[in-house]
């Protein structure tokens, strides 16, 4: 509420500005006429104060009122209206009687729905008795082959299981011999590597003897020349003893020589032995094992032969278990036929008596909510129709409305979609009510736009909060939703604000600087033949700085390359230029004899007011454009 009076407060205030203002327009007019020439035309100043206050940005629409839950009331058979306890505006509680249907009808086909379903309980319940005696019966029969099947499968089993177990063995003992057999071959294979190595080693050992046989030769002839010549006195004694050493040295080699080849010898002829016997044994491994696998033969066919006698023993019993239970099954459903037709009887007797029963609380019509009945047009003796498929074209018996929630259907243009959200706050005047506002919130947003005067716009449904009972359905209203808001901002009036363009270029000439000066009228070619006009404003270090004329189009900003002209002459080609685009805000400040313009930073703003970020302070004076600009004078109604 306090906001509400307060923007009632800011509407006044404006609207008393507003008079205000035009009293001094006719003042003035008429000091125009009557005056002096010579009157201040500080007179056509419209001046406005920088306070603080509440932003909102808003969606404005129209929409009527609707109750959010509205019934309407159908009846489900048809009859005559015997009585009518309601009337339209009647508010009326979910579970009240608001008419009642002549029942008598439907009394005595209730009566006869229950005869039918008492005769069906007794064809039911001898049916059930005929069935359980068949199923004793067939169960005895179906007992006693199932107990035929079952001995023939269990000695199918046990032979199995018997012939599996010497089969078993059989081919376990075969799997012993076979690895026996492979540990004698390889054994044999050993023993036959150890007596080809005991070869070699005797053909290095008669190699040795031969050596040291040749070394003892070399020796001995080499004493007996040194003895000569010690004798001859040719070589000296110690000469000699080391050719006798020598001597004795082969001697002792070529003896040990003979004994290892004559032990190799003998470790040969045992390493024959050994293989001669390892290869009769695995003679003997080898007439076990055709044996063994000639017996393995006989006992597979045995089995073979036993199992396929107790297999027809057990395809035999089994078809007498299956025709058995065929003629089981045959017989049961033959014997159950009869009781499912009772029972099916019986439910669809059942069924019957529900629905007279249902159709008999039918004639009494309740109200389905609590509401206020909207619309009624019956009266006592009426005959109604039912309305109870969903394809029916009858009409209602009566409309029942919840005023207690009121909701307000609209359309929203698609451009202003993006910023609607759920649950936005929103002020809705009634057409009937004038200089009520009444608080609502956004609860319903079609996800699907419809065209609407060649416009695309979404509906919208907007809840009255606590919905006061002087508001009706089909009431016109009109709606400001909430989009946006700020509360103690500082505010400037849009009429203020005021905008600026600059264009200035960054030009890398290096030594062609001396070409330019200051104030010096330039252009700015573009790579397509396009120019722009500007001014130098300064030259320094190679680069050249312009002001551009910001009403030209089709600069962008950034780095680019231009070619520059003076006088329509081209001075310098594909100069890496940098352009800058600022867009500026501004007012005027009034004060003293000329107001002073002042550069802002707005932020949000609506169709009255502009949310200032800086460079105004609270209670600054600020100039409003006038609307219309009298002898060219300037927009802000000070002089030229």
Not at 221 to 239: G, I, T
Not at 610 to 620: F, P, T
Request: proline share 2%; net charge neutral.
């Amino acid at each position: 509420m306090q906001k509400e009076q307060e923007m009632m407060n800011r509407h006044r205030l404006f609207l008393l500005v507003l008079a205000i203002l035009a009293v001094a327009g006719v003042s003035c007019s008429n000091q125009k006429s009557g005056g002096k020439k010579g009157a201040s035309p500080q007179a056509k100043q419209r001046i406005s104060i920088v306070k603080r206050g509440d932003f909102q940005e808003r969606i404005s629409a129209t929409g009527n009122l609707e109750a959010l839950v509205e019934v309407e009331v159908k009846s489900n058979v048809e009859g005559e209206i015997v009585k009518l306890l309601v009337d339209e505006g009647d508010y009326v509680e979910a579970g009240q009687i608001l008419l009642e249907l002549d029942p008598k009808r439907i009394i005595e086909d209730k009566r006869q729905a229950e005869a039918n379903v008492d005769a069906a309980k007794a064809s039911v319940k001898q049916a059930e008795l005929n069935t359980e005696l068949k199923r004793s019966q067939l169960a005895t029969r179906l007992t006693e082959a199932e107990n035929n099947f079952k001995i023939a499968k269990s000695n199918l089993t046990t032979t199995k299981a018997e012939s599996e177990s010497r089969l078993i063995s059989a081919e376990t003992d075969i799997q012993t011999t076979k690895n026996n057999l492979e540990q004698d071959q390889l054994s044999l294979e050993q023993a036959r590597l150890s007596l080809n190595q005991a070869k070699l080693t005797l053909i290095d050992n008669e190699a040795s003897l031969v050596s040291s046989e040749v070394n003892l030769a070399n020796a001995k002839s080499e004493r007996d020349r040194n003895k000569d010549l010690f004798e001859k006195k040719f070589v000296s004694k110690k000469a000699l003893e080391e050719t006798e050493t020598r001597f004795a040295s082969a001697t002792s080699q070529h003896n040990s020589s003979k004994q290892r080849v004559a032990a190799q010898k003998q470790t040969i002829e045992s390493q024959k032995k050994t293989v001669k016997a390892k290869e009769s044994i695995i003679g003997t491994r080898n007439s076990t094992l055709r044996y063994q696998k000639l017996n393995l033969e006989k006992l597979r066919e045995m089995r073979k032969a036993q199992e396929q006698r107790n297999q027809l023993q057990l395809d035999i019993a089994k078809t007498q278990l299956d025709q058995t239970s065929m003629t089981t099954e045959q017989e049961q459903v033959v014997s159950e036929q009869s009781k499912i037709i009772a029972e099916a009887g019986l439910l669809r007797n059942e069924s019957s008596l529900e629905t007279e029963k249902e159709r008999l609380d039918w004639t009494t019509i309740r109200a389905p909510i609590s509401g206020t009945i909207t619309t009624l047009e019956l009266e006592e003796g009426e005959i109604v129709t039912s309305g109870r498929s969903a394809f029916s074209q009858s009409p209602p018996l009566m409309t029942i409305s919840d005023l207690s929630q009121m909701v307000v259907k609209t359309y929203i243009n698609e451009v202003d979609m993006e910023k609607l959200k759920m649950d936005q706050l929103a002020e809705i005047v009634s057409d009937t009510y004038k200089g009520r506002i009444y608080q609502g919130r956004v609860v319903e947003i079609s996800p699907i736009g419809v065209e609407r005067d060649n416009i695309i716009s979404f509906e919208i449904m907007i809840e009255v909060i606590d919905s006061p009972p002087e508001l009706r359905p089909g009431m016109s209203t009109d709606v400001d939703i909430i989009t946006y808001e700020e509360k103690a901002v500082l505010l400037v009036p849009i009429e203020a604000v005021q905008g600026e363009t600059t264009v200035t270029a960054t030009a890398q000439v290096g030594a062609s600087a001396s070409n330019f000066k200051s104030k010096q009228s330039v252009q700015l070619m573009s790579i397509t033949g396009k120019t722009f006009n500007g001014t130098v404003t300064s030259v320094q270090g190679g680069q050249l700085s312009i002001s551009l004329d910001s009403i030209q189009r089709g600069l962008r900003p950034g780095l680019q390359a231009f070619a520059i002209l003076v006088k329509n002459q081209q001075i310098l080609d594909g100069a890496a230029t940098t352009i800058k685009i600022k867009r500026d805000k501004y007012v005027m400040i009034a004060g003293g004899e000329n107001p002073i313009r002042t550069p802002v930073t707005i932020g949000m703003q609506n169709e009255v007011d502009a949310v200032v970020l800086s460079g105004l302070n609270e209670k600054d004076r600020v100039m409003l454009q006038n609307r219309t600009s009298v002898g060219g004078g300037s927009p802000w109604g000070g002089g030229k």
